[in-house]
């Protein structure tokens, strides 16, 4: 299994939130790694299309710093981690 997950400033990007991951998918056999998902805003135009209110608005995507403390994070519990800027 893959696991993606999705960094959201303000939401999840928090060093408890990622060694509680961590610790999480470390302790499971089946996990063939982790891709970490720096949030984008690639649908706000779609949801303007549909005359829907995009909620997600604001510095929602992480830091290149947390992006790499992130990776980190994951690497020293021996979990394969690509991040996906």
Do not use: W
């Not at 998918?25 to 063939?32: D, F, P, T």
């Not at 949030?39 to 947390?66: I, Q």
């Amino acid at each position: 299994m893959r696991v993606r997950t999705p960094l959201i400033n303000g939401i999840n990007c928090t060093d408890d939130e990622m060694s509680g991951i961590a610790d999480f998918v470390s302790g499971r056999k089946n996990v063939e790694s982790v891709e970490l998902l720096a949030y984008h805003s690639y649908g706000e135009s779609k949801y303007r299309s549909l005359h829907r209110e995009y909620r997600l608005s604001g510095e929602l995507k992480p830091s290149p710093e947390f992006l790499k403390k992130a990776e980190t994070c994951f690497r020293e519990r021996g979990i394969e981690t690509t991040v996906q800027a």
